[in-house]
């Protein structure tokens, strides 16, 4: 086992600190990534505080992992000393299910196992990126191209792989009209994403605060929520609603802003229960959908898509004792658009 530095909540609510974690040792199969930066994801927040139910703590959150190969296990193929690798919501899966072996390991019928606040095949818990190294299985460890900055790539690794993977399942691309709602970590990469897929993209936030940099960003089009007249022009104009918000929504709402055939896919997750009245599905073969992240072969194929179309995600790049902080900042929607820890200052 090796001993590395981290930054931990050591209980739920609580205020995360530096302390140390065991990394196992590097199994054959394994590569030792030596993290040079850790993407903040609402998520994180979310689990630090149980928000979404029981944890595991101490919890070293992260999972928007950028970094670089410093020890290959004797049986590893796919990576050597030196290499620009992520690691993003996963570390292991079952491999035997019918998703596992088809690439979607993200709805493996066991449950993936989460790189932090999950239990491993071992029986140990697992820790985030929030820490100096990690020791992954090289079969959920992916490649960061050289055009992509590694600190521009982490948040790739959760937000970009979250808003990829359902624009490319329901063809946002040329002659769709895709709507994103939220324009925060997710939702600005998402704008990114479905721009550079060809779509006519429109922006749903609630108010117009950040309208030049969503145009700047790929946007055609910014509406305020906030306006219910945006309600009113914008009814039956999408293919594609693409929800990245966290908090409850009016769903009646949006389903109405669908055309016929349409989907509404949530990629957020609020801690709260939402309402539905079933006729705004009904009534116009709409879809309600849900997505979670991607699988492997999907995430560097995003990830090599990305750095062909020359972006990485817009970040604001912060020292470990600012975490706490940064949490607060996110919760406040006070970012553009995702913190990004270097952690040499662990």
Known sequence: MTTVAAYAAPAA???????????????????????????????????????????????????????????????????????????????????????????????????????????????????????????????????????????????????????????????????????????????????????ALGAEVTVLSQSLRKKDDGLKLGADHYYATSDPKTFEDLRGTFDLILSTVSAPLDLDAFLALLKTDGAFVNVGAPEEPVSLNLFSVIGGRKTLAGSSIGGIPETQEMLDFCAEHGFGAEIELISASEINEAYERVLASDVRYRFVIDTATI
């Open 13 to 195: 609510k609580a205020p995360l600190e530096r302390t140390t974690v065991e990394r196992r040792p590097v199994g054959e199969h394994d590569v030792l990534i030596e993290i040079k930066f850790a993407g903040i994801c609402h998520s994180d927040i979310h689990q630090a505080r149980e928000g979404w139910g029981e944890a595991i703590f101490p919890m070293v959150p992260g999972h928007e992992i950028a970094g670089v190969v410093s020890e290959v296990g004797s049986a590893v193929t796919k990576f050597a000393v030196g290499d620009r690798v992520g690691v993003g919501c996963m570390v292991d899966s079952c491999r035997e299910c019918e998703n596992c072996k088809a690439g979607l390991e993200q709805y493996c019928a066991e449950g993936m196992t989460g790189t932090y606040n999950a239990i491993d095949r071992n029986g140990e818990p697992t820790y985030g990126g929030y820490s100096t190294h990690i020791v992954v299985d090289e079969a959920y460890t992916v490649r960061i191209p050289e055009g992509l900055a590694l600190d521009e790539a982490a948040p790739l690794l959760c937000a970009g792989i979250t808003t990829y993977s359902p624009l490319k399942h329901w063809n946002a691309g040329p002659g769709k009209k895709v709507a994103v709602l939220g324009m925060g970590g997710l939702g600005h990469l998402g704008v990114k994403i479905a721009h």
